[in-house]
Structure formats: structure tokens, C-alpha cells
């Protein structure tokens, strides 16, 4: 495990500062070059998301508002409550203005990413008996890498399709797994392995039925869950509306003047910030990540735009709209930098070691055999902390009227008091992080009315929704890459191991996954954004030649005769 930790250091550490700059500069370059298409044809996007110019005789296995749903499932998930929280208790409140850039700039990769891949996909050569699970039509950034630039870059897209076929285990996946069963082992006490049994088999039922059964799923289960979610954060923010303009000026102020990472690694630190803001609000959206095309190939459609600003809605949708809900509930309720009554077992995963200061930040430690305690506080430079952060006095009961004194036997996760007795438990201040900390900022913006209690069942509700379906949607994406790599033979393993992570996921901690989702996303990002690069040309022309033919104008025609003839079939 320390030589996995190590990696994932060294890993993250090299990684990132490209990860910034090839996102947010390709993002730039592509508005640019398109000439600002995320805002030109974003009215475009959605006329066609509504169906008006769809043709059901085009190729393809889903509708474009199902595509979107399917891409939406994957990219309005566990991010949008988790990540955003993340962000913001590492890199302070300025980290959502960061996942802002990152979304607007997303939007023009976005749309690029989906466009080509619509251009280069392929129908799949499925088995004799036509497997449903096997789909019809495969596309996605291996197909461009290899069709569009050619021969000699196979071996970049079998890499890119492999490790988003690691991706998709791990962020797409273990990590929705993760916070799944967090939740449910927070609330209701209930071990983690159980929950994962029972997430895994929801998520088995519905893709072994392939994209037309995940479309099906999604376009049901994607509105539901943004619609409960948003229209939550806006009863907070409605009650608590006299704080929501401090709340914008203390995002804007800290994005470029970070004080406030609770957690200490984000004072004063502008890249810090900077990157946990771009990082997460890639992870939320999937904005050059090359996920998102290989559902938007499935589109049924010949005309590969009409699916590029179908997709370019997703980073509007997804973190504009609701990473900012977060984000600003967390931020007006003061949850960020609040520390809560909080029941602590040694052995709890979210349990680390931490030196340093509230002015200096605070830095991982080895973890010691002991720590020793008077009077409630440690004795040493090593601090005992929670989700990263120090917790405050330590207390041996619940009201926390007892101050504990002994010693913290981290080794055998025993817990000796100074008068002999075996503690199991004890009770202190502590951070939040993650769901729990977005579950905090519901429950404090709903306390006014009474109501907070609904805050946390807002917030769990969605992160299980949130959860299962991105993890449905992510193995249609691992299952198009095991497809490229090794043919439809490969589709049905992949399923079965998908599964598998999906439990394992649910019971190993929560920062080590992600951690380890990190480092993949980074590692497929590279290549897709550098071919996007490339090929920005291609791009350019068929942009331009789709606006200059107008055809969705033929489709809305017949789009009409067919809803005319159905009519004509129920009289």
C-alpha cells in the first residue's frame, strides 16, 4: 500500500501541472479556432436535444436526448456532490470559480471530442445471434486517434482505450461505489460490503442490456435526479438569499487570493487551488477526458454536429448549473470551514496523521504506534486528524463534557485511558469532506424551516441515484474500449469485472480511490486533448460545412411527416 501511495505522489505531482495546462489551453485553442461555438450554437443544442430534427431511420442505437441523458448519467454524478466538496475543502471556495473556466472552455472540447468521434465511428460486427449488449455502432477517441491520424498512432489509442478502460473501473465506478456505501455507513450504520453487494446487482441488471436498456434507464433517471437536486440547493439558497452575492464575491476573491482551505494545503497556495478547481471540474463534467463521445456516438443521426452541440450542453448542465448549486451552499452555510461533533474509531478509514499549522498548512505524517493526550489535547507535532484535517479537543462522551486523557494506541487501534479503562470510541470536532460535507451544507441551509433533516435525505437520495447511475453509463464507455481492444468477445468479461470493482470499490478508502482515479484520468486526458489538437482542422470544416448546409431543416420536415402519420395511425 505505501508503494501505491508513493506512486500515486509522484504520479499526481508530474501530472497535474500538464493536466492544467493542456485542458484549459486546449479549451482556449478550440473556442477559439471554432470561434466561440459554445456560445454561438448553444440555442442550437438545445432545439436538437428536443427531438424536433430527429430521424429515426439514421444509424445509430439511441436518441440524441438519450445520448445526452447517457453522457449526462456518467458526468452529473457523484462529482457534482462529492468532487465539488473536495475541491473546495482542499483549495478553498476560489477552487468552483476554476471548475467555472474549466466548464466553458469544456464545452468548445466538449463538442469537439463528440463531433469527431461521430465522424469516425464504426458499426460493430456483432455475433451471429446479435447480441443485444453488443450494440450496433462503436466510437469514441481511439477510433479518431487511429482513423484520423493515422496508422502509425494505433498504439496511443490501444493506450487511450486501455487506461479509460481503467478509468472506467476506477472513477467511473469504485469511487461511485465508495461514496455510495460511505453515506449509507454514516447514516444508518450499515457495513459497506453489504451496500456494495446490493449497488453491484442494481448496476448488473441494467447493463447487461446494453445501450438500448442503459439509454432507456438513464433518460427516466437523469432528470429526476438533477431536478430533485437543484431544485433542493434552490430552497437554500432562496432562504438564505441575503448570503448568495457574499458567497460569488468569496469564490471570486479566493480564486485569486486562497486563504481558506480548511484542510491547509490551499492557503496561499494559487495553484493549489487552481488545480483542484480544473481537476475536480474535469472530473465532473468530462470535458477532454474522452468518456462522453463513446456515449454520443450511439446517437442515431449522419451528421456527426448535430451530436456536437447536443454534447456541448453537458458542461453547462453539469457544472454551471449544478456543481455551482453545491457550491454555494457549502460556501453561504459556512460548512467549509466548519468542524462538527463527530464519533471516532481508530480504525475508521477516514482517520490519517497530519503535521504542521492552520498558517502554515498541513502536510501528511507517518503514522505513529502512539499518540499521547492530556486534557483532551495531543502531545507532540503529529495530530490525529479526520478527513485530513485536525480534530479539535477529544472528548470520552458524547455531549463532550469529558476530556479524554491517555493514550491512542494507533498500532492495534485500541484506545487507554489514564485510569486504566479501554475506550472503543471517542468524540471531537471534525471536518467534513466530501459527501458528507455537501450533506452538511444541506442540512445547515434548510435549519431555518426546520427542515434539515430533509437536507441529508436530499442529498443521500441523489448521491445513490447520482452514483448508480454514473456507474451505468461509465461501463458502456469500458465496454466500447474492451470492444476496440479485443472485439465483442471481450464485452461480457468486461461487464463481469466491472462488477467486481464496483464492490471491492465500496470498502476501500475513500482517498486512495481518489487518488488512484486521478492519476488515470490524467493518463487518458493527454492523448485525446493533443489529438483534438490535431485534428482541429478536420473539425473546422466539417463545423463549417454543417451551418452552411443547415440539413437539420430536411429532418425537421420529416420529422414532422412521422408525427403526422402516427397521429393519423391512433385515429
Same mark, same amino acid.
Given at each position: 500500500?505505501?508503494?501505491i501511495?508513493?506512486?500515486?505522489?509522484?504520479?499526481?505531482?508530474?501530472?497535474?501541472?500538464?493536466?492544467?495546462? +493542456?485542458?484549459?489551453?486546449t479549451?482556449?485553442?478550440?473556442?477559439?479556432?471554432?470561434?466561440?461555438?459554445?456560445?454561438?450554437?448553444?440555442?442550437?443544442?438545445?432545439a436538437v436535444?428536443?427531438?424536433?430534427?430527429?430521424d429515426? !431511420?439514421?444509424?445509430g442505437?439511441?436518441?440524441?436526448?438519450?445520448?445526452?441523458?447517457?453522457a449526462?448519467?456518467?458526468?452529473?454524478?457523484?462529482?457534482?456532490?462529492?468532487?465539488v $466538496?473536495i475541491?473546495?475543502?482542499?483549495?478553498?471556495?476560489?477552487a468552483?470559480?476554476?471548475?467555472?473556466?474549466?466548464?466553458l472552455?469544456?464545452?468548445?472540447?466538449?463538442y469537439?471530442?463528440?463531433?469527431?468521434?461521430?465522424?469516425?465511428?464504426v458499426?460493430?460486427?456483432?455475433?451471429?445471434?446479435?447480441?443485444?449488449w *453488443?450494440?450496433?455502432?462503436?466510437?469514441g477517441?481511439?477510433?479518431? @486517434?487511429?482513423?484520423?491520424?493515422?496508422?502509425?498512432?494505433?498504439?496511443?489509442?490501444a493506450?487511450f482505450?486501455?487506461?479509460?478502460m481503467? #478509468?472506467?473501473?476506477?472513477?467511473?465506478?469504485?469511487i461511485?461505489?465508495n461514496?455510495?456505501?460511505?453515506?449509507?455507513?454514516?447514516?444508518?450504520g450499515?457495513?459497506?460490503? @453489504?451496500?456494495?453487494?446490493? #449497488?453491484?446487482?442494481?448496476?448488473?441488471?441494467?447493463?447487461?442490456?446494453?445501450?438500448?436498456?442503459?439509454?432507456?434507464v438513464?433518460?427516466i433517471?437523469a432528470?429526476l +435526479?438533477a431536478?430533485?437536486?437543484?431544485?433542493g440547493a434552490?430552497?437554500?439558497l432562496? @432562504?438564505?438569499?441575503? !448570503?448568495v452575492?457574499? $458567497?460569488?464575491?468569496?469564490?471570486?476573491?479566493?480564486?485569486?487570493?486562497?486563504?481558506?482551505?480548511v484542510?491547509?494545503?490551499?492557503?496561499?497556495?494559487?495553484?493549489?487551488?487552481m488545480?483542484?478547481?480544473?481537476?475536480?471540474?474535469?472530473?465532473?463534467?468530462?470535458a477532454?477526458?474522452?468518456?462522453?463521445?463513446?456515449?454520443h456516438?450511439? *446517437?442515431k443521426?449522419?451528421?456527426?454536429?448535430?451530436?456536437g452541440?447536443?454534447?456541448?450542453l453537458?458542461?453547462?448542465?453539469?457544472?454551471?448549473?449544478? &456543481?455551482?448549486m453545491?457550491g454555494?451552499?457549502?460556501?453561504?452555510?459556512?460548512?467549509?470551514? $466548519?468542524?462538527?461533533?463527530?464519533?471516532?474509531?481508530?480504525?475508521?478509514?477516514?482517520?490519517?496523521?497530519?503535521?504542521?499549522?492552520?498558517?502554515?498548512?498541513?502536510?501528511?505524517?507517518?503514522?505513529p504506534?502512539?499518540?499521547a493526550?492530556?486534557?483532551?489535547?495531543?502531545?507532540? !507535532?503529529?495530530y490525529?486528524?479526520?478527513?485530513d484535517?485536525p480534530?479539535?479537543?477529544?472528548?470520552?462522551?458524547?455531549?463532550?463534557?469529558?476530556?479524554?486523557t491517555?493514550?491512542?494506541?494507533?498500532? =492495534?487501534?485500541?484506545?487507554?485511558? $489514564?485510569?486504566g479503562?479501554?475506550?472503543? #470510541?471517542?468524540?471531537?470536532?471534525?471536518?467534513?469532506?466530501?459527501?458528507?460535507l455537501?450533506?452538511?451544507?444541506?442540512?445547515?441551509?434548510?435549519?431555518?424551516?426546520?427542515?434539515?433533516?430533509?437536507g441529508?435525505?436530499?442529498?443521500?437520495? &441523489?448521491v445513490? +441515484?447520482?452514483?448508480?447511475?454514473?456507474?451505468?453509463?461509465?461501463?458502456?464507455?469500458? =465496454?466500447? &474500449?474492451?470492444?476496440?481492444?479485443?472485439g465483442?468477445?471481450?464485452?461480457?468479461p468486461?461487464?463481469?469485472?466491472?462488477?467486481l470493482?464496483?464492490f471491492?470499490?465500496a470498502i476501500?478508502?475513500?482517498?486512495?480511490?481518489?487518488?488512484?482515479? !486521478?492519476?488515470?484520468?490524467?493518463?487518458v486526458?493527454?492523448?485525446?486533448?493533443?489529438?483534438?489538437?490535431?485534428l482541429s482542422?478536420?473539425?473546422?470544416?466539417?463545423?463549417?460545412?454543417?451551418?452552411?448546409?443547415?440539413?437539420?431543416?430536411?429532418?425537421y420536415?420529416?420529422?414532422?411527416r412521422?408525427?403526422e402519420?402516427?397521429?393519423?395511425?391512433?385515429?
Amino acid at each position: 500500500m505505501e508503494f501505491i501511495e508513493s506512486f500515486i505522489s509522484i504520479a499526481g505531482t508530474i501530472l497535474t501541472p500538464i493536466l492544467v495546462i +493542456m485542458l484549459l489551453g486546449t479549451g482556449l485553442f478550440l473556442t477559439i479556432r471554432l470561434g466561440f461555438i459554445q456560445f454561438r450554437r448553444l440555442g442550437h443544442g438545445f432545439a436538437v436535444t428536443s427531438g424536433k430534427y430527429d430521424d429515426p !431511420d439514421e444509424p445509430g442505437d439511441v436518441s440524441h436526448f438519450q445520448a445526452l441523458t447517457t453522457a449526462l448519467s456518467a458526468t452529473v454524478g457523484i462529482g457534482n456532490i462529492a468532487g465539488v $466538496a473536495i475541491a473546495i475543502h482542499i483549495g478553498g471556495p476560489g477552487a468552483l470559480f476554476w471548475m467555472w473556466v474549466t466548464a466553458l472552455l469544456g464545452m468548445a472540447t466538449k463538442y469537439s471530442e463528440v463531433t469527431l468521434a461521430q465522424h469516425f465511428r464504426v458499426k460493430i460486427d456483432q455475433d451471429g445471434d446479435g447480441k443485444a449488449w *453488443a450494440g450496433s455502432v462503436a466510437g469514441g477517441p481511439m477510433y479518431y @486517434i487511429e482513423r484520423g491520424l493515422g496508422k502509425n498512432w494505433k498504439p496511443v489509442a490501444a493506450f487511450f482505450a486501455f487506461m479509460l478502460m481503467i #478509468t472506467s473501473f476506477m472513477t467511473g465506478n469504485a469511487i461511485q461505489a465508495n461514496t455510495i456505501a460511505t453515506q449509507v455507513a454514516d447514516n444508518f450504520g450499515v457495513a459497506t460490503w @453489504i451496500t456494495g453487494l446490493v #449497488t453491484a446487482s442494481i448496476v448488473g441488471l441494467v447493463i447487461i442490456g446494453g445501450i438500448r436498456r442503459i439509454g432507456a434507464v438513464t433518460s427516466i433517471l437523469a432528470p429526476l +435526479m438533477a431536478t430533485l437536486y437543484v431544485l433542493g440547493a434552490l430552497v437554500i439558497l432562496f @432562504i438564505n438569499y441575503g !448570503d448568495v452575492f457574499p $458567497a460569488f464575491g468569496t469564490i471570486i476573491t479566493e480564486a485569486f487570493n486562497p486563504t481558506a482551505g480548511v484542510a491547509g494545503t490551499g492557503i496561499g497556495l494559487f495553484l493549489t487551488t487552481m488545480s483542484y478547481g480544473v481537476q475536480r471540474g474535469l472530473f465532473s463534467n468530462e470535458a477532454g477526458q474522452g468518456s462522453a463521445p463513446i456515449a454520443h456516438s450511439a *446517437a442515431k443521426t449522419d451528421e456527426p454536429v448535430s451530436e456536437g452541440v447536443v454534447a456541448l450542453l453537458e458542461p453547462f448542465i453539469d457544472t454551471i448549473v449544478i &456543481c455551482t448549486m453545491t457550491g454555494l451552499v457549502i460556501v453561504l452555510t459556512g460548512s467549509f470551514s $466548519a468542524r462538527v461533533d463527530t464519533a471516532i474509531t481508530l480504525d475508521n478509514v477516514n482517520v490519517s496523521y497530519v503535521t504542521g499549522s492552520n498558517e502554515t498548512g498541513y502536510a501528511d505524517a507517518e503514522t505513529p504506534q502512539t499518540l499521547a493526550v492530556q486534557n483532551g489535547a495531543i502531545v507532540g !507535532d503529529t495530530y490525529l486528524a479526520f478527513y485530513d484535517v485536525p480534530v479539535g479537543q477529544i472528548f470520552t462522551d458524547e455531549a463532550q463534557t469529558q476530556p479524554f486523557t491517555g493514550t491512542l494506541n494507533i498500532a =492495534d487501534g485500541s484506545i487507554q485511558g $489514564a485510569s486504566g479503562a479501554t475506550l472503543t #470510541t471517542i468524540y471531537a470536532d471534525a471536518a467534513r469532506n466530501s459527501a458528507p460535507l455537501t450533506t452538511l451544507g444541506f442540512e445547515r441551509g434548510l435549519e431555518p424551516i426546520g427542515l434539515s433533516a430533509v437536507g441529508r435525505w436530499i442529498v443521500l437520495l &441523489c448521491v445513490f +441515484m447520482f452514483a448508480i447511475s454514473t456507474a451505468i453509463s461509465w461501463s458502456y464507455y469500458g =465496454d466500447r &474500449c474492451a470492444n476496440y481492444l479485443w472485439g465483442t468477445k471481450a464485452i461480457l468479461p468486461y461487464k463481469m469485472v466491472f462488477l467486481l470493482m464496483h464492490f471491492i470499490g465500496a470498502i476501500l478508502a475513500v482517498t486512495t480511490i481518489w487518488d488512484l482515479g !486521478d492519476v488515470a484520468l490524467s493518463l487518458v486526458t493527454i492523448p485525446n486533448v493533443l489529438s483534438l489538437v490535431l485534428l482541429s482542422g478536420l473539425l473546422k470544416k466539417i463545423s463549417d460545412s454543417y451551418f452552411d448546409r443547415q440539413p437539420w431543416l430536411e429532418n425537421y420536415e420529416k420529422h414532422q411527416r412521422l408525427k403526422e402519420q402516427k397521429r393519423r395511425d391512433r385515429i
